[in-house]
């Protein structure tokens, strides 16, 4: 069974243009979570979604950041416009529903603005 | 100040030693993950404990909830087991909502 699955792995941008990323949690997964690490620093909490419903975005750092989950399946994170803070390694995770449970994650995508 | 504290920061250990690597926390917590992040980026969850010691091959885990500490054992070190060890802690908030240590950068020479 193919596990959670990110893309692109790596994308370099220059400041002001938009990028996609994207996570396809693993099957029947229904939690499905985005994390990013800046440089330097620990890994950092996003948002939780629960099928297509965003159950928690406390960690979005600011409007230039949007999450989505149409249909409860992949998730994808734009940023709009990128900045060169932005740069950094985004994971995302997924678990199964029903208390809580173990996540598991993505390869990442490393994302760099210049 | 980050609520989760790894120590070390860097280790470098032989092959065929015993590593241990702790992490400590300020916060009440419902559980405990380790996670394993090798060169290249992905990450591998180990342990999810809330309590007690997990051991799963070479690698054992235990948490102390009154002390707010937890620790990470690997015996028998291997050079396959290079890597970043993260500790991350849930506190009751929204599923997935976790709070991570800076991690633990091991390197286990031949």
């Known amino acids: 069974e193919a596990g959670v699955t990110q893309f692109p792995s790596h994308s370099v941008i220059e400041k002001g243009q938009t990028v996609t990323l994207r996570c396809d949690p693993i099957s029947g997964h229904d939690n499905l979570y985005w994390y990013r690490r800046v440089m330097g620093k620990e890994i950092k909490f996003l948002l939780h979604f629960v099928k297509e419903s965003k159950q928690d975005e406390s960690g979005m750092p600011n409007n230039r950041f949007l999450a989505e989950r149409t249909g409860g399946t992949y998730s994808t994170l734009k940023v709009q416009p990128a900045e060169l803070e932005d740069s950094g390694v985004y994971f995302c995770?997924?678990?199964?529903?029903?208390?809580?449970?173990?996540?598991?994650f993505g390869q990442g995508t490393r994302l760099t603005v210049v | 100040k980050n609520e989760v504290e790894q120590s070390p920061q860097n280790l470098t250990a032989q092959e065929g030693e015993f590593i241990t690597i702790n992490c400590s926390y300020s916060?009440?917590?419902?559980?405990l993950h380790w996670l394993q992040q090798h060169p290249g980026g992905g990450i591998v969850s180990l342990f999810m404990l809330s309590s007690g010691k997990k051991k799963h091959g070479r690698l054992i885990a235990t948490i102390n909830i009154q002390e707010k500490h937890s620790s990470l054992h690997i015996t028998a070190s291997h050079p396959r087991d290079s890597a970043v060890y993260i500790c991350a802690v849930y506190y009751g908030g929204s599923q997935g909502n976790l709070i991570f240590g800076k991690g633990t950068k091991l390197s286990v020479k031949p």
């Open positions: 916060v009440g917590i419902s559980a």
């Open positions: 995770a997924s678990s199964l529903a029903g208390g809580y449970t173990e996540a598991f």
